[in-house]
């Protein structure tokens, strides 16, 4: 679906079976209730000061950046939201509490030990807060080698439209939502000599204030024989 003003897209849109099917009858039943804004396609290091055709140039090349084209894919787009603060707010929220690297362990006896339990905290949050008020989504990029469980979430399977992935080993994302989540490893095979670990990325983001933090997380094979 597109919204044209005869020189360029307004607005371009997937929707679902359902969003088409309400479309199509035309009888206002497909109602946008909610949405949210993002700035992905910009690159803000290009706005330049320096333009020698004075200010109203400096944001050109900004502008002429290509859009995106719509996907379903969240991992892929609408990353980066935009979000809205109060006036005289005076630094952006950011994530703390959440280490770089995170490792746990699958066993040769045939099970997962030492998970590891992800619980961020936002900076910047009005009436000296810690916590983000929509709480965080975590979305792990590589379901095959490890899974999320959240306390409201638990495996994705509730809540959010979210999948339960826990038996899944194919290389797809899982995101859970919560103040916390804990990563727990899946049957990996035992490393061959001087190979590394598998790894793959979870994403953190406050869904109120937009913060955002990658970490890394590492699946160990332990030999108990």
Request: glycine share 8%; aromatic share 8%; net charge negative.
């Amino acid at each position: 679906m597109g919204y044209l003003n005869n020189a360029t897209t307004v607005l371009d849109a997937i929707l679902t079976k359902k969003g088409r099917e309400l479309l199509s009858r035309g009888q206002n039943e497909f109602q946008i209730t909610k949405f949210a804004l993002a700035d992905d396609e910009v690159d803000y290091s290009l706005w330049d000061v320096s333009h020698p055709n004075g200010t109203d140039y400096y944001g050109t090349v900004i502008e002429a950046l290509p859009l995106l084209e719509p996907t379903p894919d969240t991992n892929t787009i609408m990353r980066y939201k935009l979000v809205s603060r109060a006036v005289g707010t005076r630094k952006m929220s950011t994530l703390t509490g959440i280490n770089s690297t995170y490792v746990v362990d699958w066993s040769s006896n045939g099970s997962a030990v030492n998970s590891q339990t992800i619980t961020p905290a936002t900076t910047n949050v009005p009436n000296d807060g810690t916590i983000d008020p929509d709480g965080y989504s975590f979305t792990l990029l590589n379901s095959s080698i490890a899974f999320l469980t959240s306390p409201n979430n638990d495996g994705g399977a509730t809540g959010q439209g979210a999948i339960n992935y826990t038996q899944s080993t194919q290389n797809i994302s899982q995101t859970v939502y919560g103040n916390s989540c804990t990563a727990t490893a899946k049957a990996i095979s035992q490393p061959a000599a001087g190979e590394a670990n598998p790894a793959t990325t979870i994403i953190v983001t406050g869904l109120t204030y937009g913060a955002t933090y990658a970490t890394t997380l590492s699946v160990a094979y332990q030999d108990e024989s």
